[in-house]
């Protein structure tokens, strides 16, 4: 353990208290129109802790294959746990979205895995960062649009069907940069194919 990996836990921490504080504003004391602000407070924490891990391994000369692992996968909780909790009212992002994220970081997660334990380390693609900037950049909108939503300057539906428009646009890209990871490693997917034969 080092001080990175002790950020990217952060971010596994803070994933349920997004969604506790989204659910249970009211009995947390929360009114409905602090909620946005508090909620952008805890993602930007958790988007802190992801720019500043990997900084810190590579400063600190503490990069390692366990950090390699950990980051996306805790990368791929927090962010696909706020994701869900947008599926809730009064966001309401439709559910089949939120399964395109998880089938890709599903099937990534589980490759990297594998590779990792037949003794060669997936590294990140560039895709795979602009993915997250993307994602960042959506959950934080969605959030902004729930400021003018709790002043009561726009709609309910008004607000459900731009969060829709979002999270399918970050959706899409997440495809996309899913189907270049594997295709970028298809010699490894090649080899781990050939081992089973």
């Known amino acids: 353990m080092n001080i990175a990996h002790y950020f990217t836990f952060f971010r596994i921490f803070v994933s349920p208290i997004f969604l506790l504080v989204y659910i249970a504003h009211e009995q947390l ?14 993602l930007g924490m958790s988007e802190f802790s992801d720019a500043f891990d990997g900084y810190i391994a ?3 000369n503490q990069v390692t294959d366990l950090g390699k ?3 996306p996968m805790a990368d791929s909780i927090y962010r696909i746990s706020v994701f869900l909790t947008f599926t809730l009212d009064p966001i309401r992002v439709p559910m089949i979205l939120i399964f395109v994220f998880i089938y890709r970081d599903s099937v990534i997660s589980t490759l990297r895995t594998i590779c990792a334990l037949r003794g060669y ?4 693609r560039i895709s ?9 950049i959506a959950a934080f909108s969605i959030l902004g649009l729930m400021i003018p939503h709790s002043l009561g300057m726009i709609t309910t539906e008004t607000l459900h069907l731009a969060s829709t428009w979002i999270v399918g646009i970050a959706a899409a890209y997440a495809f ?3 189907a270049e990871y ?8 090649s080899k781990l194919l050939k081992s089973h034969d």
Not at 29 to 40: F, K, R
Not at 121 to 124: G, I
Not at 128 to 136: E, H, L, M, T, Y
């Open 176 to 178: 996309l940069s899913g």
């Open 29 to 42: 004391g929360i009114s409905s129109t602090l909620l946005p602000y508090v909620l952008i407070f805890l």
């Open 182 to 189: 594997l295709y970028a490693n298809r010699d490894h997917i």
């Open 58 to 60: 590579r400063k600190t």
């Open 121 to 124: 380390t997936l590294a990140a």
């Open 128 to 136: 795979g960062k602009i993915k997250a900037v993307i994602q960042a």
């Open 69 to 71: 692992i950990l980051d």
